[in-house]
């Protein structure tokens, strides 16, 4: 049976790509890039993530604390790359949601480039990231990541 319609269905409603920045002073511009894609379910509901990591054979699912639910998780770049951005792109989602994914797959394909390892390729990133999930909370601001362009 072909899923690829509900599973584009649910992750539109359930699921989530972002991208994650830390900091990381052994790094050569100072912060880690990291692209997740995830969908989060009860855990009473769980067969659905299970038949998710069983279809994309890429990703784990874990508990999360923060809402008390189970989230399947990709965050292996290649696992990105190379099967969830191309599923939706033949799948894609009707809602907003759509600009959001594609400009995680941009962020990914720049990331799989090395352009994260650049400031001019970081801040590129952090434009495409900082304009998905608007409704999101952020961590860090684009101020705290590029302190030293807002002192011209």
Known sequence: MDLSAYFAGFVD????FTVFFSPRSTL????????????????D?????????QHFGCGSIRSDRSDKTLKY???????????II?????????????KDFERFAEV??????GAHRSKPGLREIVELA???????????????IFPQELKL
Do not use: Y
């Open 130 to 144: 900082m304009a998905m999930n608007a409704s999101g909370k952020r961590k860090f601001a684009i101020e705290a």
């Open 73 to 83: 998780e990709v965050r292996s770049l290649d696992g990105l790359v190379e099967r």
């Open 28 to 43: 050569l511009v100072g912060w880690e890039v990291r692209p997740s894609f995830s969908v989060s379910q009860n855990a």
């Open 13 to 16: 409603g359930e699921g989530c």
């Open 45 to 53: 509901r769980s067969e659905v993530l299970v038949l998710m990591q």
């Open 108 to 113: 990914c394909r720049l990331v799989r480039t």
């Open 86 to 98: 191309p599923f939706f792109e033949a799948n894609p989602s009707i809602s907003s949601k759509q």
